[in-house]
């Protein structure tokens, strides 16, 4: 007997089941573009069940936050079928309840936290062979090797992390050994995107029985996330910051080697050199980057008698004298960090890296420059994908689906798009001529025009309104012309250094009280919040955010034209167009919802491939005109 579906369908949703169950079984890779509501989750994960457990596989689910699991968990809940099992799987920091215990630990990277929870591993396994006390130990972990065993009362069942943490905590067992047992035996394994395409943590997956990914499904959930995540995580950089840091842990941890200080003189000399001739620092200044040109940072080198042979020799030096620091911190239970041995990597990484990486110096502050090995290949990372028995790839926010593809080399690919469930004349977009915020135009006349438009469309409209603007620089320009002043409503904003708290209290008042909330585009409210209902019925899009024409971002135009005869598109057609959807997709979260978007700046007109949309000549009473 077949599975049985948990809800009624939705619109689509049958198709998007078959299309998806086709490629698992002729072992093709999808990438789908369906709209925000589409019930993406449940329709990944129900043919995936159905195939995995007729042919005995696993399905891994990757999730870019933890807070996406949830849904994914959920959903299987939902399916409540016999033989799934499930475990919500997050990183060792998250799942640590001695990181609880104290803050230090919790400022940990990855390498860090895994060495700290090794050595105490090591220390609790002595203790407890010698019958001795334990000290800097860790009491959880010997509670777990006591029990040593899957607790029955999640034997065989669908767990979220939370759960699992919360049971070990009421029961003082170790959360993350715990959950390790569970990944070993369950069919669905939901991680952070880390597991994976950390090549460290890869190997890791793979001996927790994941050790043929030809008999796995993978889900990547927010794909449209997933090429900038595979570049950032294969590009090292090493700021100015962390050079003066290493300097001083030479001097207090008594390393009188002259070839290490001399080293990490020699690099801060270049950042800072560097920062100096290729960048141009001011409030106003949209490019922050420059590219290091071929063989400049290798001719400064050798001007100060630093030749290949010598960076590969250093390198070790560093790598060694950071692992004695490592040693001395552990021994006196800190976080095992050093700076020594992060400059001994970034040296490694000078000697290995090819022509699909440049060398960047970047400057976001004015105060800590840094340089930067940036990775323009995301398929360097993402090869594994091809690897699995096929793959699942999802996302409201997916268009241009060929870039996704291409920039990942997905081999096998299926590309399929599907429309909104919901009824088409719930939304309506507008975009508006005689109005842009390209650089050169962004004059304060050009301010001027963009005010008077928001003020006049705020004040006439009684809904709850989210204004999102291209930057924080901008949202700033229309701050000092008194724009929060001029609006007959509640103004909410949302600023850059602002805790996460603090935005929530503001959210949670916005819904509550309405009124108009300053935001930015490709910002906290714009893509990681939902405003059901009321909540949320009109946005303002206040330009087109392209990405800054950044070096990094030139150098992918670049590098895309080189490969693929597309590097505009690529580069800043695909992740704007991405953007634009993220933030139109706040509005519409069910059939119910009703909602409208005004996207001020003629070159909205440019996307209109991928959204539709229609020019607003008389706004106000064209938006007067949908609510009625």
């Given at each position: 007997?077949?599975?049985?579906?948990?809800?009624?369908?939705?619109?689509?949703?049958?198709?998007?089941?078959?299309?998806?169950?086709?490629?698992?079984?002729?072992?093709?890779?999808?990438?789908?573009?369906?709209?925000?509501?589409?019930?993406?989750?449940?329709?990944?994960?129900?043919?995936?069940?159905?195939?995995?457990?007729?042919?005995?596989?696993?399905?891994?689910?990757?999730?870019?936050?933890?807070?996406?699991?949830?849904?994914?968990?959920?959903?299987?809940?939902?399916?409540?079928?016999?033989?799934?099992?499930?475990?919500?799987?997050?990183?060792?920091?998250?799942?640590?309840?001695?990181?609880?215990?104290?803050?230090?630990?919790?400022?940990?990277?990855?390498?860090?936290?895994?060495?700290?929870?090794?050595?105490?591993?090591?220390?609790?396994?002595?203790?407890?062979?010698?019958?001795?006390?334990?000290?800097?130990?860790?009491?959880?972990?010997?509670?777990?090797?006591?029990?040593?065993?899957?607790?029955?009362?999640?034997?065989?069942?669908?767990?979220?992390?939370?759960?699992?943490?919360?049971?070990?905590?009421?029961?003082?067992?170790?959360?993350?050994?715990?959950?390790?047992?569970?990944?070993?035996?369950?069919?669905?394994?939901?991680?952070?995107?880390?597991?994976?395409?950390?090549?460290?943590?890869?190997?890791?997956?793979?001996?927790?029985?994941?050790?043929?990914?030809?008999?796995?499904?993978?889900?990547?959930?927010?794909?449209?996330?997933?090429?900038?995540?595979?570049?950032?995580?294969?590009?090292?950089?090493?700021?100015?910051?962390?050079?003066?840091?290493?300097?001083?842990?030479?001097?207090?941890?008594?390393?009188?080697?002259?070839?290490?200080?001399?080293?990490?003189?020699?690099?801060?000399?270049?950042?800072?050199?560097?920062?100096?001739?290729?960048?141009?620092?001011?409030?106003?200044?949209?490019?922050?980057?420059?590219?290091?040109?071929?063989?400049?940072?290798?001719?400064?080198?050798?001007?100060?008698?630093?030749?290949?042979?010598?960076?590969?020799?250093?390198?070790?030096?560093?790598?060694?004298?950071?692992?004695?620091?490592?040693?001395?911190?552990?021994?006196?239970?800190?976080?095992?960090?050093?700076?020594?041995?992060?400059?001994?990597?970034?040296?490694?990484?000078?000697?290995?890296?090819?022509?699909?990486?440049?060398?960047?110096?970047?400057?976001?502050?004015?105060?800590?420059?840094?340089?930067?090995?940036?990775?323009?290949?995301?398929?360097?990372?993402?090869?594994?994908?091809?690897?699995?028995?096929?793959?699942?790839?999802?996302?409201?926010?997916?268009?241009?689906?060929?870039?996704?593809?291409?920039?990942?080399?997905?081999?096998?690919?299926?590309?399929?798009?599907?429309?909104?469930?919901?009824?088409?004349?719930?939304?309506?977009?507008?975009?508006?001529?005689?109005?842009?915020?390209?650089?050169?135009?962004?004059?304060?006349?050009?301010?001027?025009?963009?005010?008077?438009?928001?003020?006049?469309?705020?004040?006439?409209?009684?809904?709850?309104?989210?204004?999102?603007?291209?930057?924080?620089?901008?949202?700033?320009?229309?701050?000092?012309?008194?724009?929060?002043?001029?609006?007959?409503?509640?103004?909410?904003?949302?600023?850059?250094?602002?805790?996460?708290?603090?935005?929530?209290?503001?959210?949670?008042?916005?819904?509550?009280?309405?009124?108009?909330?300053?935001?930015?585009?490709?910002?906290?409210?714009?893509?990681?919040?939902?405003?059901?209902?009321?909540?949320?019925?009109?946005i303002i899009i206040v330009g087109i955010p392209y990405p800054p024409p950044s070096a990094r971002q030139q150098a992918l135009q670049k590098y895309y034209e080189k490969k693929y005869g597309n590097g505009w598109k690529y580069a800043f057609e695909a992740p704007t167009t991405r953007k634009l959807l993220q933030a139109i997709g706040r509005l519409i979260r069910n059939e119910n919802d009703r909602g409208i978007v005004i996207i001020m700046d003629e070159r909205a007109k440019r996307f209109k491939k991928y959204i539709e949309m229609e020019e607003g000549k008389d706004i106000v009473k064209e938006i007067k005109s949908f609510w009625k």
């Amino acid at each position: 007997m077949g599975m049985h579906f948990p809800y009624e369908p939705r619109k689509n949703q049958k198709e998007m089941i078959e299309r998806i169950r086709e490629c698992i079984e002729k072992r093709e890779n999808i990438i789908i573009q369906a709209a925000t509501g589409s019930g993406k989750t449940i329709c990944a994960l129900f043919p995936s069940v159905e195939y995995a457990l007729k042919k005995k596989m696993r399905i891994l689910y990757l999730t870019r936050t933890n807070s996406q699991q949830r849904q994914a968990i959920l959903e299987l809940k939902a399916m409540e079928e016999d033989g799934v099992t499930a475990i919500g799987f997050q990183g060792r920091i998250n799942m640590c309840l001695l990181a609880e215990e104290n803050e230090s630990f919790r400022n940990g990277g990855n390498e860090e936290i895994s060495r700290l929870c090794s050595a105490r591993k090591k220390r609790t396994i002595e203790a407890l062979r010698k019958g001795k006390k334990l000290v800097n130990g860790c009491q959880f972990f010997a509670n777990f090797l006591a029990y040593n065993k899957i607790p029955s009362e999640m034997d065989g069942r669908i767990l979220s992390a939370e759960e699992v943490i919360k049971y070990c905590k009421k029961n003082e067992l170790c959360p993350y050994e715990i959950s390790k047992k569970l990944v070993r035996k369950a069919m669905v394994v939901v991680a952070p995107y880390i597991y994976l395409f950390d090549p460290i943590l890869q190997e890791m997956l793979r001996e927790w029985n994941f050790s043929s990914f030809e008999k796995t499904i993978l889900i990547v959930d927010e794909a449209h996330n997933l090429p900038e995540y595979c570049r950032k995580i294969l590009s090292p950089s090493l700021s100015l910051f962390t050079v003066k840091k290493a300097i001083s842990e030479a001097e207090e941890y008594k390393i009188n080697e002259k070839d290490v200080i001399y080293i990490c003189d020699v690099l801060a000399d270049i950042i800072s050199s560097l920062r100096q001739q290729y960048i141009s620092f001011s409030e106003e200044s949209i490019v922050n980057d420059a590219i290091v040109p071929p063989g400049e940072i290798e001719k400064e080198l050798r001007k100060r008698g630093i030749g290949r042979r010598e960076v590969e020799m250093l390198a070790e030096k560093l790598m060694e004298y950071g692992e004695i620091v490592l040693d001395i911190k552990e021994e006196r239970n800190m976080l095992p960090r050093s700076y020594l041995r992060y400059v001994g990597k970034f040296l490694f990484a000078l000697l290995e890296l090819d022509e699909r990486w440049i060398k960047v110096i970047v400057d976001e502050t004015g105060k800590n420059p840094r340089l930067e090995y940036y990775c323009l290949d995301a398929s360097i990372a993402a090869s594994i994908i091809n690897e699995f028995h096929s793959s699942i790839h999802m996302s409201g926010t997916l268009f241009p689906l060929e870039e996704y593809r291409d920039s990942l080399s997905i081999k096998n690919a299926v590309l399929a798009s599907f429309p909104s469930p919901f009824p088409k004349e719930n939304k309506k977009i507008f975009y508006m001529e005689g109005m842009s915020t390209k650089y050169e135009e962004m004059n304060d006349e050009m301010v001027d025009v963009f005010l008077n438009n928001i003020i006049t469309i705020c004040n006439a409209c009684e809904k709850n309104t989210a204004i999102f603007f291209p930057s924080y620089a901008i949202l700033e320009r229309f701050l000092h012309k008194g724009l929060q002043f001029s609006l007959k409503k509640l103004v909410y904003i949302e600023k850059k250094e602002m805790r996460q708290r603090d935005l929530m209290r503001q959210v949670e008042s916005f819904k509550k009280k309405g009124g108009v909330f300053l935001s930015v585009i490709g910002g906290r409210i714009s893509e990681g919040m939902d405003f059901p209902s009321d909540e949320l019925e009109m946005i303002i899009i206040v330009g087109i955010p392209y990405p800054p024409p950044s070096a990094r971002q030139q150098a992918l135009q670049k590098y895309y034209e080189k490969k693929y005869g597309n590097g505009w598109k690529y580069a800043f057609e695909a992740p704007t167009t991405r953007k634009l959807l993220q933030a139109i997709g706040r509005l519409i979260r069910n059939e119910n919802d009703r909602g409208i978007v005004i996207i001020m700046d003629e070159r909205a007109k440019r996307f209109k491939k991928y959204i539709e949309m229609e020019e607003g000549k008389d706004i106000v009473k064209e938006i007067k005109s949908f609510w009625k």
